[in-house]
């Protein structure tokens, strides 16, 4: 989409008192003035300090996809603390707590629990926990555990001003993010015939998506004869793999079907250890996306065709493992949906200027394809994701608190924006 026409969309969905959307029940002036939301936001801003806390808490335990029960155990009791009803913690681990409603539906919340193995080596290798400095939560895992942080701060808010929903309000901190999305296919199944919709927090809601780009991951595993330099010659393992890259990486298809957002790319390359010696095996990574699961699918094909010539020409034989499958999916009428323009025109309300994408990537991927209302709302977090040195920003970290609580009195009382 053109920026000229985001910003015209964004300006449309901004909704003021006086702007009209069309059947409804209360503009954001109302939800705003409601002394309950007055209540909600005093919250979040007198426990500012102690929501920074508890993210340094939470970032300094490390996390990685597969290894967060740590962190779930710590999620937990905080939200026991908060007064959260039914909190529980399943096998994967996610950690699930509530604030009951009346309709028999919920409004689910889902923030990720897990962090970047890189993460995981940088919190290891820390000589200090997390700290609080000038205006940021400073550490490695700080900024992906800001989310979860916002979610509990929102939801403690929500708790201790006495907040009666018409929906369920639904608190889930999600593992295996980061590695195929495990702790959302988990939860979904458990939502998905009663859940008004999905809300992925990803940050502040500078960006909203509200559809869902399917992603496909291989490892392409390369086989070959071994031998020392001196008695090595071909095939070569490295040989079959440079053939195949270079091949897979001249695709048409991202050039060709780019309105469908399609991306090909190869990350990782990897084979031998030492100078002298030819490998036996290596290996390289291929990520596919597109908003077009029958070009994903075209894809797919071509690459199969690619590895069989190339192991003809060399004699390097392939295999392909899949490592991960996000599932992409349009809801019809997202982008007009009460979910959408609720989450705008909060957005606007706290300074941001909300991108629109149909092309999400992470949690709300699953809802989506299950057919399931669900957004994204996004920022960038803070800065140095990955490095010894990262760091979450605290403005962040309030107005994703302020934008989850805003959803949850707008769309948690049943209410359409007006």
């Given amino acids: 989409m053109r920026s000229s026409m985001r910003l015209l969309i964004c300006a449309c969905l901004a909704l003021s008192p006086t702007a009209a959307a069309g059947a409804g029940d209360r503009t954001l002036a109302q939800v705003l003035a409601a002394p309950d939301t007055r209540k909600v936001l005093a919250e979040i801003d ?7 806390r508890l993210l340094a808490k939470l970032g300094g335990i490390i996390s990685p996809s597969g290894q967060e029960q740590q962190r779930a155990e710590a999620v937990r009791a905080e939200m ?30 889902v923030a990720t629990l897990d962090d970047l193995a890189t993460v995981a080596e940088h919190q290891r290798a820390a000589a200090a926990a997390p700290r609080i400095e000038n205006g940021r939560i400073v550490g490695p895992g700080t900024n992906t555990a800001s989310t979860v942080a916002a979610m509990l701060a929102a939801a403690d808010a929500l708790v201790r001003s ?43 809601g500078d960006s909203i998506s509200y559809g869902a780009i399917g992603i496909h991951w291989w490892k392409v595993i390369a086989k070959g004869p071994p031998g020392h330099t001196l008695r090595g010659g071909l095939p070569n393992v490295n ?31 990897n084979s031998g250890k030492v100078f002298n010696h030819k490998p036996e095996s290596g290996w390289f990574s291929l990520d596919i996306r597109s908003l077009d699961g029958a070009v994903i699918g075209n894809i797919e094909k071509e690459v199969d065709l690619i590895l069989g010539r190339v192991t003809k020409e060399t004699g390097i034989v392939f295999e392909q493992s899949p490592e991960n499958r996000s599932p992409g999916g349009q809801i019809p009428g997202a982008l007009e949906s009460p979910l959408v323009r609720w989450s705008a025109a909060i957005a606007r309300h706290l300074g941001r200027e909300a991108k629109l994408s149909n092309a999400g990537s992470a949690n709300l991927n699953i809802a989506i394809a299950g057919g399931t209302p669900a957004i994204g709302i996004g920022s960038e977090r803070g800065g ?20 989850v609580a805003l959803l949850a009195l707008a769309i948690g009382s049943g209410t359409k924006p007006k």
């Avoid at 929906?167 to 495990?182: K, R």
């Avoid at 140095?384 to 934008?403: N, Q, S």
């Fill in 46 to 52: 007198r426990r500012e300090d102690e929501t920074q």
């Fill in 80 to 109: 026991q603390r908060i007064g959260l009803r039914d909190v529980k913690v399943d096998r994967l681990p996610n950690v699930v707590g509530r604030i009951p409603g009346r309709s028999g539906k919920a409004l689910v919340f």
């Fill in 162 to 204: 006495g907040v009666r929903p018409e929906h369920d309000l639904v608190f889930a901190a999600v593992a295996q993010e980061e590695t195929g999305l495990d702790g959302m296919r988990a939860l979904y199944p458990q939502y998905r015939d009663r859940a008004v919709a999905f809300v992925d927090i990803l940050g502040d």
């Fill in 239 to 269: 040989q079959g793999i440079a053939r195949a890259v270079d091949r897979i990486l001249s695709l048409p298809h991202p050039a060709k079907h780019a309105d469908s957002n399609t991306r090909l790319n190869i990350a990782i390359l």
């Fill in 384 to 403: 140095r994701r990955g490095f010894a040195d990262e760091w979450a920003d605290a403005g962040v970290l309030k107005r994703t608190a302020e934008h």
